[in-house]
């Protein structure tokens, strides 16, 4: 089969973002090997159009008019997981996934093989490819904690590289710079307890639907949060909580101040991005502090 075969016209990127907003991306394709991306990367620079690595679309906003180039969605069609034994340790086991694997199914599954350490992983709705691209964390952990080992395609290569602290920073990693696509990722897990580890794991779930917003559109938190501050307070401290600008949809959330909502769906990206602008400058002219996005922005 010719790669063009599974390159799409015209995709509406709504439905693959949790912000549910976003116009059409002019090539999309869904891969189900490393060698489909290769093949659809010298596709691409071949035809010179350009191109967006998306995962599960919980930390990006596409632009309402669209991506004029080819979106690549790791998702479903790459998401096996795998556990296996560390060879070198008999208290440690090994989890590997691929990128398309949801990072909750990666933290569910070593739950329920006793592993300990991926519990703060079932409550983020990402993929572990945009986990690892972003170092994900909550609750005290990240990607960072427990990476091993990282798959990546870089220059057209498949590589392997044994993951160490240095690779990470707060919501970002080595692999966002630079074109590197991350296929793959291992963490090594001691085996611990079960019933305490699912109990956890119940205790974080809790704990996050109980203070953040998870039935309504939106990317999670909006912004980083500022050395010494939590963007969060500060814009409650600027009056913000529950604050919209007109009636789009785009609304400071008012359970948590540090997530832009996107009520019933109804607002698009530029109210979005209306909204988070406005967030920005009243909370740098209140606190003097610049509110940096965490949300990543696909074309526009
Ligand atoms: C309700 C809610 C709660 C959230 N809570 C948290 C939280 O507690 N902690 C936290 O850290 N985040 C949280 N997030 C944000 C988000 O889930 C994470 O940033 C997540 O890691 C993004 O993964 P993704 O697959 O959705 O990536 P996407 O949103 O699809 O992409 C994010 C970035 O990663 C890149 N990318 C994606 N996949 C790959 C890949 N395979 N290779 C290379 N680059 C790639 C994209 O190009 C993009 O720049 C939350 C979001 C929501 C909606």
Redesign the pocket.
């Known amino acids: 089969m010719a790669i063009e075969d599974i390159i799409q016209r015209n995709v509406v990127l709504k439905p693959f973002?949790?912000m549910k907003t976003g116009g059409a991306a002019a090539y999309f394709a869904e891969p189900s090997s490393e060698e489909e991306i290769k093949a659809l990367l010298d596709h691409a620079r071949e035809n010179s159009i350009d191109t967006?690595?998306?995962?599960?679309?919980?930390?990006?906003i596409a632009a309402d008019a669209g991506y004029d180039g080819l979106v690549i969605r790791?998702g479903n069609k790459m998401s096996d997981i795998r556990v296996t034994d560390d060879p070198e340790d008999p208290e440690y086991r090994l989890i590997s996934a691929q990128?398309?694997c949801l990072?909750s199914k990666f933290g569910n599954r070593a739950a329920s093989e006793g592993l300990d350490g991926a519990e703060f992983a079932c409550?983020?709705?990402?993929?572990v490819?945009?986990?690892?691209?972003?170092?994900?964390?909550?609750y005290g952990t990240?990607i960072k904690d427990i990476a091993w080992e990282v798959q990546?395609i870089e220059d057209g290569q498949c590589k392997t590289v044994r993951a160490n602290p240095d690779m990470f920073g707060y919501?970002t990693s080595f692999?966002?710079q630079g074109q590197?696509?991350?296929?793959g990722f291992t963490a090594r897990l001691k085996k611990g307890d079960r019933e305490r580890i699912e109990s956890y794991v119940r205790e974080l779930r809790d704990k996050?639907a109980a203070s953040?917003p998870?039935t309504v559109p939106?990317?999670?938190?909006t912004f980083k949060r500022p050395e010494g501050y939590f963007a969060g307070k500060l814009i409650q401290d600027s009056g913000l909580k529950g604050f919209s600008l007109d009636d789009s949809g785009a609304q400071v959330s008012p359970k948590h101040a540090g997530?832009v909502v996107n009520n019933e769906g109804r607002a698009g990206s530029e109210d979005i991005k209306r909204l988070i602008k406005y967030i920005q400058d009243k909370v740098f002219e209140d606190s003097g502090v610049k509110l940096e996005c965490?949300v990543?922005f696909l074309g526009g």
Do not use: D, K
């Not at 967006?52 to 990006?60: A, H």
């Not at 409550?123 to 993929?127: L, M, R």
């Not at 590197?180 to 296929?183: A, G, L, P, S």
């Open positions: 973002t949790t967006f690595i998306l995962g599960n679309g919980s930390n990006v790791i990128a398309g990072l409550g983020i709705p990402g993929s490819g945009g986990a690892v691209f972003m170092n994900a964390g909550a990240e990546y919501r692999f966002a590197r696509i991350v296929t996050r953040q998870l939106s990317c999670g938190s997530f965490e990543r």
